[in-house]
């Protein structure tokens, strides 16, 4: 025994001396960090003055890698930089404002004299962003600057944004890949019963499907009625936007099997050459002959290429000292959770943070919110929501811009807005309300544990290891049936609408943009920047500046998040390493369930969720 106590001993004495010694190696790499950037700036203050480089006309290289975001995820710098260092690489996110803002000054820019779109990189996007990217795009064009797609394959919304293109070059070997949009889970309830795990749900309205993966085995056929509206309505606007593109009919980009095979066999299997017959692209070229051309259209580099700017890379002039007169832009992207936020996440608490700034900020005289979310938990839904009556009551008009999705919880934080702006192609509605619990008596008694006591109320002991009574799931069913009403009237006082009204359009389902306007939930159709000028107008401002409003790091943390991201973009380190895609749509799977029940975190158990939101990546 004393020597086993010993070898403990030993083992543990060595893990400490592991661990002082990464804590010292991290912080010597951060010291010698900052020694490194001090002396930088103190030899640059110093240096002579040298004469601004002159550049050459060039042409705009739009080569995004990796997804596009309305808000980068909040990681803890300290965990960014030990993850970093460690060679466990995050996932580089682009921000769709900041490819629209590099695009709009590129097109006013006399030494950018055309774009390249190369999106080989570029993940799947929805629809709405992609639209808002493409609408840049034709103000670039508008300014007689021309516009080439070049790729050795397109993906769905890769080619989306090249058909926008004045010209589209493809590799002859590649190929164009127009899947559709779908909405696809997996459902557990027959593992769950193998495993001896009993789901208890709760929930109210027709639609509400949320749960569906958890009591069934397929998509109900109320959930398939209503998916498939918003879905072809979807599918609609992609294939009218790129048929009118490339002056193609529409019927083309969605043949039925038996036509594909046909025009596939014409082409003797080549997807390329069906891809040219079809008129997708404008012309098979090699690597070689695209940058041939290329240097042809924008100048020659002299060295086998033509002269550009990578997007990432591209500086313009345009800084301007904010304005006396504020327009404050919260955005609020990801799954709503109680307290404060986590990576990917809309913390209830940080969120309402930041508009109670803004309303305490004088200099800010409206707010944008900015919503791109399939809901979470009712209770940090209406953390935000206070806060939006808390700025129309101190005279801030708030004005809410739907990107993608503003679903079931992404619903409410928008109901009290003065004004709402959503696309045609935005996912919205989902008006509903569930809860869920797991116990796992069966499983416990299998294996010969039980659990056994006494309390004081019936909800003494309630938990996951026993199994939930029947007045106890009774009362729980009725909070939710309570939460449900208190949502419908919630939007039925702040839409003018009579509760029966809405409850003809809640049960869960979901709505486009459009229809949702139709059904008075929505004001207008409109993009993030209709919302800018609605909001300019009802504060009565003019000539304003935007506050992009965001929760401060401290100084230190903010020179480690900028380090390691600048040394990410530096050394090329943008995306993480890449799994077959097969094992990827599988893992997308799997994190998507696991972060669900990891934001649930609702302390009242109830949930404003939209299911089936995700179309372009199933």
Not at 87 to 93: I, L
Not at 126 to 140: D, M, P, Q
Not at 168 to 184: H, K, N, Q, S, W
Not at 502 to 520: E, F, I, P
Request: hydrophobic letters at 40%; glycine letters at 8%.
């Amino acid at each position: 025994m004393k020597t086993l106590f010993k070898f403990i001993g030993t083992l543990l004495k060595w893990c400490w001396k592991a661990l002082s010694f990464a804590r010292q190696l991290i912080l010597n790499i951060l010291f010698i960090a900052v020694l490194v950037g001090v002396y930088f700036l103190f030899t640059m203050e110093h240096a002579a003055p040298t004469k601004p480089i002159e550049q050459p006309e060039r042409a705009l290289l739009v080569d995004i890698s990796g997804p596009i975001v309305e808000k980068q995820r909040r990681v803890d710098p300290y965990d960014f930089a030990t993850r970093n260092l460690f060679g466990q690489q995050m996932q580089f996110e682009n921000v769709l404002y900041d490819i629209v803002d590099q695009i709009r000054a590129g097109a006013k820019d006399d030494k950018i004299n055309g774009m390249v779109l190369s999106l080989s990189d570029m993940s799947e996007t929805s629809l709405t962003k992609l639209r808002y990217i493409a609408k840049a795009i034709n103000e670039f064009k508008a300014n007689g600057k021309p516009v080439i797609a070049i790729g050795g394959h397109y993906n769905q919304s890769q080619y989306y944004l090249a058909s926008y293109a004045d010209e589209i070059f493809m590799a002859p070997d590649g190929a164009v890949l127009l899947r559709g949009y779908g909405t696809y889970n997996l459902y557990f309830k027959d593992l769950l019963e193998n495993l001896d795990i009993t789901t208890h749900v709760f929930r109210v309205g027709t639609y509400k499907s949320f749960v569906e993966p958890y009591t069934r085995t397929g998509m109900s056929e109320e959930a398939r009625e209503a998916n498939s509206v918003w879905l072809n309505q979807l599918w609609g606007a992609f294939v009218d936007d790129i048929a009118t593109n490339r002056n193609i009919e529409v019927s083309t980009l969605s043949p039925n099997a038996d036509t594909l095979i046909a025009n596939l066999k014409a082409a003797n299997g080549d997807f390329a050459k069906l891809a040219y017959n079809m008129g997708l692209v404008d012309q098979l070229m090699t690597r070689q002959q695209i940058r041939t051309r290329l240097a042809e259209v924008f100048g020659s580099d002299g060295e086998d290429s033509f002269n550009y700017v990578s997007f990432y890379d591209y500086a313009p002039l345009n800084f301007e000292l904010p304005k006396t007169d504020q327009i404050a832009v919260v955005v609020a992207s990801g799954a709503i959770v109680d307290g404060f936020e986590s990576e990917g996440t809309i913390g209830g608490d940080t969120t309402a943070a930041l508009l109670r700034d803004a309303r305490l900020n004088d200099q800010i005289k409206a707010v944008v919110l900015r919503v791109d979310s399939p809901g979470g938990s009712a209770f940090a839904s209406e953390v935000i929501r206070n806060e939006v009556d808390a700025l129309k009551q101190a005279g801030k008009p708030v004005v809410v811009s739907m990107s993608s999705v503003a679903a079931s919880g992404g619903y409410w934080i928008s109901s009290s807005a003065d004004r709402i702006i959503a696309q045609p192609t935005t996912i919205t509605g989902s008006i509903g309300i569930f809860g869920i619990l797991t116990t796992f008596e069966d499983v416990l008694a299998k294996y010969g544990v039980y659990n056994d006591g006494i309390g004081t109320t019936p909800f003494a002991g309630v938990g996951v290891t026993r199994a939930l009574p029947e007045k106890i799931s009774n009362i729980m069913q009725l909070g939710i049936e309570n939460g449900y009403q208190r949502f419908i009237g919630l939007v039925a006082s702040q839409r003018n609408l009579s509760l029966e009204d809405v409850d003809q359009v809640a049960q869960g389902r979901v709505w486009t943009g459009y229809d949702a306007m139709k059904r008075g939930l929505v004001d207008q159709m409109g993009d993030f920047d209709d919302a800018i000028t609605v909001a300019a107008e009802l504060a009565q401002v003019t000539d304003y500046s935007l506050n992009w409003m965001e929760e401060p790091l401290t100084p230190a943390q903010q020179f480690i998040y900028e380090f390691m991201n600048q040394a990410m973009v530096t050394l090329g380190l943008k995306e993480t390493v890449k799994l077959p895609d097969a094992v990827q749509q599988f893992a997308n799977h799997a994190v998507t369930e696991i972060n669900n029940l990891t934001n649930f975190n609702d302390p009242n158990g109830q949930y404003a969720l939209c299911p089936n939101c995700s179309y372009y990546e199933n």
